[in-house]
């Protein structure tokens, strides 16, 4: 069973939504509500980049400017599951997302690639013009 578990990636239409989810691992994360999740993509021939995070609790989050107002991140500790909801998809939007786990100060999101210490395999989003 991999430790993070991505789905919900695909090709939609510019406008379109999706919604991704990733599922942490019961065995590997025995306290999922200890963890700040992340999402982070990376297009083709770019680097990886920050794209949301939230805090352990969930009460906290924090999103890239380029997704500020389309994307919205959050939690089911009950289900150990993050989700990332995607609306008004654009283009630019296309890329690998891969969701991530970590151990923060105080459990607060973070942009900080080196603050997950646990990345899954990564799902394509691809958003037709």
């Known amino acids: 069973q991999e430790q993070l578990a991505e789905s919900g990636g695909g090709l939609v239409q510019a406008g379109g939504s999706l919604r991704l989810s990733c599922e942490a691992s019961v065995r590997t994360f025995s306290s999922f509500t200890m963890l700040t999740m992340g999402w982070f993509r990376q297009a083709p021939g770019k680097e990886r980049e920050f794209v949301a995070a939230i805090s352990r609790s969930g009460s906290s989050s924090d999103h890239a400017d380029s997704v500020k107002g389309r994307f919205t991140i959050s939690r089911d500790n009950a289900k150990n599951t993050v989700y990332l909801q995607m609306n008004s998809l654009k283009p630019e939007d296309t890329a690998v997302y891969t969701c991530?786990?970590?151990?923060?100060?105080?459990?607060?999101?973070?942009?900080?690639?080196?603050?997950?210490?646990?990345w899954g395999q990564g799902t394509q989003v691809t958003v037709s013009s």
């Open positions: 991530a786990a970590g151990w923060t100060r105080f459990g607060a999101p973070s942009r900080n690639l080196n603050d997950y210490g646990y």
